[in-house]
Each structure stands twice: as structure tokens, then as C-alpha cells.
């Protein structure tokens, strides 16, 4: 680690280890192609490279080349727009994958929980829904309760700039989860129009109230916003 190194490391330079490290590793080559600091952007041609290519694995290990290449891997899979391009909940579904879900008990089921929550999201995009089943599939509950997010509805606190900076839903997505470049997967709920508008004014009146009562800005549990959740 680069950071180590020194004894104080300032924020902005935590920032850019922590992006170099998510983009993965610059050389000058690729410094100098004004697309490559974007994953997301990388050519087909350079998209799921063998592992001896990867940058992840180590090249001279007479084991790398046995490792099955992904492009071989991934060719019969249902597709997707970003990350590297397959559709894993899909795959899931179709049974083109079959996860172990316990190591040492070979036909242990996962303890699928189909709880939907929608988080209702200001402005124009169309609000979170996150499926509790997705995701129980194949993690345990204790892969986010309590570390990432408190067990309760409404509880936790996330914005789109923490998921960006790898918090939250973005401790998986743009990891080792599809990417936040897909808005629509997580944004898949669209306010129904008339209930839109009629939610927005009573939150915004809420607002104005809570405001010039205490002072400060009203949370999300006010009035016709928690009636909608
Ligand atoms: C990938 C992360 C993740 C996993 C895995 C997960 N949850 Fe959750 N869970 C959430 C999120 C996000 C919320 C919503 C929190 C909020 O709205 O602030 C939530 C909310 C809840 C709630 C509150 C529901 C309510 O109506 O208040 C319960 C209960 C819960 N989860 C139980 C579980 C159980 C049991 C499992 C395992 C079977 C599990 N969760 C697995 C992310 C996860
Ligand atoms: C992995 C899921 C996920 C993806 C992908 C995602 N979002 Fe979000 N987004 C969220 C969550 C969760 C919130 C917070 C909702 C709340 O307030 O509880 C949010 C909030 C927002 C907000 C409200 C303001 C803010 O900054 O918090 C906007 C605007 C937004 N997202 C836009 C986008 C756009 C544009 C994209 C695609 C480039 C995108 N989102 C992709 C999950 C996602
Ligand atoms: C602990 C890791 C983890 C966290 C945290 C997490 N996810 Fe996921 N999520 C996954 C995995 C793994 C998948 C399945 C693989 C994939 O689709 O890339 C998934 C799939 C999904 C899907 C399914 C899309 C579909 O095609 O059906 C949605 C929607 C989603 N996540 C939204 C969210 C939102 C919103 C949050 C934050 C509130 C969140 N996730 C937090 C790991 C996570």
C-alpha cells in the first residue's frame, strides 16, 4: 500500500488511492487513453480477460493458465449492460449457475426471504425497490444485518453519493454486484403520476412546516411520505 507509507495520508489522497484501487491498477499506457480510467467504458475486446491477462492473477503461476477463461464461461449466459456483462440473477433463475450455498453441506438451501423495500427517492427518478429475494439467494443476512444496514424499514440513511463512494448498496454494487450505471435496476418503481404529485406537495408542505416549527428540515417519516412506504 502506497498510503502506508506515509504517517498522515490527507483526505484527497485516501479518495484517489481508494478510486485507483477500484479502477484498477494505471500504467502510463492506459493513462494516456482519456477512456481508460472509466471500467465501465473498456472496449469489448478487453472486457473479461483470460486470468493470465487479468491483472488479478498472477501470470507466471503455472496454475493460472487451467483456470477456465471467462469469455469461454460466460458465452451461454443471459446477458446484461455493464460490469462484466452477465445477467447473474437471471443466470440464477435459469439454473445456468448452481452456487453452493454451504460449503461442507452440499445441498443446504439458502433461507430465501421475499420482502420487498421501496425507498422512496426526491425528484424525478423512479424509487429503490430492493428485493430482499435477489439477494437472499445467496447471501446471508448476516452479510449486511447489522454492519450495513440496521434490520428496519427507513432506518438507515443512504444517498447515491455514499453508493458511489462504495457505502451502503455500494459496498456490493460496482463490485462484485452489478454497477450503478444501471439506474433502472435499482430505480425500477415509478411513482404513479397523480400520487406523485399529490405526495411531493403534501411532503414539501410538510416541510415547510416542520421547518418553521423547529427550525430544521423534516425527515421522510412525515405525512403522506410514510402513508406511501
Ligand atoms: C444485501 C443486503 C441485505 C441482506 C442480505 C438482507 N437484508 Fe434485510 N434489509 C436490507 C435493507 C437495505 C433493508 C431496508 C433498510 C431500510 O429501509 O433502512 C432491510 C430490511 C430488513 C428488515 C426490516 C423490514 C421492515 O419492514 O421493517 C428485516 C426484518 C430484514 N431486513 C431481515 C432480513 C433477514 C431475515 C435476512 C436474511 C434472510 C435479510 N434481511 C437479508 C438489506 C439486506
Ligand atoms: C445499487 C442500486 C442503485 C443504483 C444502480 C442506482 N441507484 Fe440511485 N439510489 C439508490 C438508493 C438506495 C438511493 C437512496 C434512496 C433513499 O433516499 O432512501 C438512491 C438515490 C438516488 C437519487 C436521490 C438523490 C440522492 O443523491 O440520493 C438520485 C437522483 C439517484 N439515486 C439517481 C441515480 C442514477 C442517475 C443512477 C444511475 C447512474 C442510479 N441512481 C443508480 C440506489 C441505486
Ligand atoms: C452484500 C452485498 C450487497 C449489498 C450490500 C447490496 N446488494 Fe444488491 N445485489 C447483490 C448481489 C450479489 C446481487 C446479484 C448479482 C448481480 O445482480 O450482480 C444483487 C442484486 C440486486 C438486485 C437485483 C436486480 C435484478 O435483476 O433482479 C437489485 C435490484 C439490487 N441488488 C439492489 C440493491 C440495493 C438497492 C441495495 C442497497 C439498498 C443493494 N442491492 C445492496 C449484492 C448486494
Known sequence: ??????????????????????????SPARAQDPNSFNRLMKAPSTRNAPPSEDGIH????????????????FEQMPKSASG????WVR????????????LRKENAEPPVMDLNIVREVKGSMPDVVYPHKAHTEWLDC????????????????MSMAQIM?????????????????????????????????????????NRFIARSDTGRPAGVHDGAVVGRL
Open 142 to 157: 448476516s452479510n449486511c444485518h447489522p454492519a450495513i444496514f440496521l434490520p428496519q424499514k427507513g432506518a438507515n440513511q
Open 1 to 26: 500500500m502506497r498510503g502506508s507509507t506515509a504517517p498522515r495520508v490527507p483526505t484527497a489522497t485516501c479518495v484517489a488511492l481508494m478510486l485507483s484501487a477500484l479502477l484498477g491498477p494505471s
Open 84 to 87: 462484466n456483462f452477465v445477467d
Open 91 to 102: 443466470s440464477l433463475l435459469e439454473k445456468r449457475i448452481l452456487p453452493r450455498y454451504d
Open 165 to 205: 463512494l462504495g457505502e451502503k448498496c455500494g459496498v456490493c454494487h460496482g463490485r462484485v454486484a452489478f454497477p450503478v450505471s444501471e439506474c433502472r435496476r435499482c430505480h425500477s418503481q415509478t411513482k404513479p403520476a397523480a400520487e406523485k404529485h399529490s405526495a411531493i406537495e403534501q411532503r414539501d408542505a
Open 58 to 73: 498472477d501470470p507466471g503461476n503455472e496454475g493460472t493458465p487451467l483456470l477456465q477463461s471467462p469469455r469461454e464461461a
